[in-house]
């Protein structure tokens, strides 16, 4: 196991080499947050409440604050693997002793963990400038950073599906975008599932994309346990089957290796 | 001896999908069919074939990244598209177009990663890393990020890299490709400094005649999926150069050369440029022929360069290499070392 953990370190340090582009990132952020917390306090104001699903105007923001880093934290999974496959580049993976799969999650995420940390850095200070602190209690905090790593393991094996495909398509960025914007607007990013029609939140529960994005950032603003309880075993169910469907998947695409990119 | 490589019978098949109109076609391409060869532990074998002949397929299968469509192949004991993972940890490959080296960092943290990757104790790892920073000079630029490096320092420690765990067969697969003169001299020299004090087997694809040349001792020729010659480096230049060629100088103008088996390639004043086939005409007879038309100031003898033999190989029928080519393999090899 800890050639992977290695590998994720590897990343990190690879990932610092270029840390301009996170720099610019983060002014996309700080842009994003200052327009959401003018259109949230108009929405607050007009309708006249303290609390919208359960949110405090404060909440909102240090919501928008953790969906925001995890959807901008997100690395090129699927372009990654799909560059492997289409250019042949996968041959250099599989000659050496170990897993292709748990390679590119521990690649990923070693980019991904270092790409959330600085934004939710710089979104912190943004929401610390405008809102002031949250009321932190420690449960929640804990509990956020379990649910932080699962959300990106799932997320991975979702756009490591998607990547596998090159197996099979001409192109898999329609499938990228198609499955980002859902992420984004059927996960929660912007508008937190309680303020769903009550029919819809019943689906958008269960599936996997609010386990990404909305669970973790729930339960780092309200540190509720019920929520906490039931966004992991959503995680974790989702990734038991993902996984699954990679080892499928994966095994089927080995036997087609290189009628590409000879 | 021992084998490191045996195949036998080795195929692989693509399915090909044409559309023709709106209609897609299928049809089986033979990328591989049937090749029969093996490899001798501590051999260095250059494997060689035009565009599209069947040698990376066949590498690739030798490495187990592709299954083969039947056949069997062993590598040190291995199957490799069975025992892939066990496999990789004993030998090593080059791609040349392709890096395993992370572009963003110095080449130090690509081998410090794998030596986790391929568990190489650290003591063993320091070690070897030394040497090898020291045999591939790779010191001047061991801390520089891969993207600053040449084309040459990068194959130097692309190489280095996939000796790095120490393996018994390494594959190159057109390593030299896109370097220039120099570098692809120093790079040769490594490699085949490596087969000889370390043992290691290689077994090198190139359409670099000089690779083959310096780096094998032994070639195997595929074309269409089969093996087409299988001989020493040697005896491929000897018994398919039957043309030499005679550049000679004379001192004024000589008589005109008759003699059957001597071409006349060029002449410009006094000197002549004669192509000669040996097995028309003895070469003592041309010399003395070539001494007795007039007084010689300067004369040399050159075999063609290999590249000539290559191409007259691959676009020679199969049919007319004969199948003993390799059987006397082994009485050449003691007559060459006694």
């Not at chain 1, 496959?85 to 999650?105: C, F, I």
């Not at chain 2, 697969?173 to 120093?186: F, H, M, S, W, Y």
């Not at chain 2, 063609?304 to 059987?327: C, N, Q, R």
Request: aromatic share 10%; hydrophobic share 45%; proline share 4%.
């Amino acid at each position: 196991m800890s050639k992977y953990f290695y590998i994720a370190l590897t990343s990190i340090r690879s990932r610092l080499a270029y840390l301009g582009e996170l720099g610019s990132k983060t002014i996309f952020l700080f842009v994003v947050l200052y327009i959401f917390l003018c259109l949230w306090k108009v929405t607050y104001a007009e309708t006249n409440q303290s609390s919208l699903g359960g949110l405090s105007l404060k909440q909102m923001l240090w919501y928008l604050v953790v969906t925001e880093s995890i959807i901008m934290s997100l690395p090129t999974i699927a372009t990654l693997v799909d560059q492997d496959v289409r250019t042949g580049a996968l041959a250099m993976q599989l000659v050496r002793p170990m897993s292709y799969p748990l390679n590119m999650l521990a690649q990923t995420s070693g980019e991904r963990v270092l790409s959330f940390a600085l934004n939710f850095l710089v979104g912190s200070i943004i929401a610390l400038t405008f809102v002031g602190p949250l009321d932190f209690n420690i449960s929640g905090i804990a509990m956020f950073l379990l649910l932080i790593p699962l959300s990106f393991a799932l997320d991975f094996t979702i756009y490591f599906l998607i990547g596998l495909a090159a197996f099979w398509l001409e192109d898999t960025t329609g499938l990228t975008l198609i499955y980002s914007r859902m992420t984004m607007i059927l996960g929660g990013m912007l508008i937190p599932l309680e303020l769903f029609p009550d029919g819809w939140q019943q689906i958008l529960r269960v599936l996997p994309f609010s386990a990404i994005v909305y669970g973790p950032a729930r339960v780092f603003v309200t540190g509720d346990l019920q929520v906490f309880l039931s966004v992991l075993i959503q995680q974790i169910v989702a990734i038991l089957v993902f996984a699954f469907v990679i080892r499928i998947v994966y095994n089927l695409a080995l036997r087609r290796v290189f009628s590409h990119g000879g | 001896m021992e084998n490191a490589v045996s195949v036998s019978q080795l195929v692989k098949n693509f399915v090909l999908k044409k559309r023709a109109g709106m209609r897609w076609t299928e049809s089986e391409v033979k990328a591989v069919d049937g090749i029969t060869l093996s490899i001798e532990k501590g051999q260095s074998v250059a494997f060689i074939g035009p565009n599209g002949a069947g040698k990376s397929t066949t590498i690739k299968m030798l490495t187990g990244i592709l299954h083969p469509t039947s056949g069997e192949a062993n590598v040190l004991g291995c199957v490799p598209w069975k025992e892939r993972t066990r496999l990789a940890k004993r030998i090593g490959v080059v791609f040349g177009q392709r890096s395993q080296l992370w572009y963003h960092l110095p080449p130090r943290d690509t081998f410090e990663l794998l030596s986790k990757i391929y568990e190489i104790k650290q003591d063993v790892f320091k070690s070897r890393r030394d040497m090898l920073i020291e045999r591939f000079q790779l010191s001047e630029f061991l801390d520089t990020p891969v993207r600053k490096l040449s084309l040459g320092q990068r194959m130097r420690a692309e190489v280095a890299c996939s000796l790095l765990h120490g393996p018994e067969v390494i594959f190159l697969d057109e390593p030299t490709i896109g370097l220039d003169v120099i570098a692809r001299q120093e790079l040769r020299d490594l490699i085949s400094e490596w087969n000889r004090e370390n043992g290691v087997t290689v077994f090198l694809t190139s359409h670099d005649a000089g690779d083959i040349q310096h780096v094998a001792r032994r070639v195997i020729v595929i074309n269409h999926g089969r093996v087409v010659l299988d001989d020493r480096v040697s005896r491929v230049r000897r018994q398919y150069l039957r043309e030499k060629v005679l550049s000679v100088k004379y001192a004024d103008t000589p008589e005109s050369i008759s003699l059957d088996g001597v071409k006349t390639l060029k002449e410009s004043g006094h000197a002549f440029k004669f192509e000669v086939d040996t097995l028309a005409v003895p070469i003592e007879k041309v010399m003395s022929e070539i001494m007795r038309i007039g007084s010689v100031v300067d004369i040399t003898i050159e075999d063609p360069p290999l590249e000539e033999v290559i191409a007259h190989i691959y676009s020679a029928p199969p049919s007319e290499f004969g199948e003993d080519a390799a059987d006397d393999d082994d009485a050449d090899e003691n007559e060459s070392k006694s």
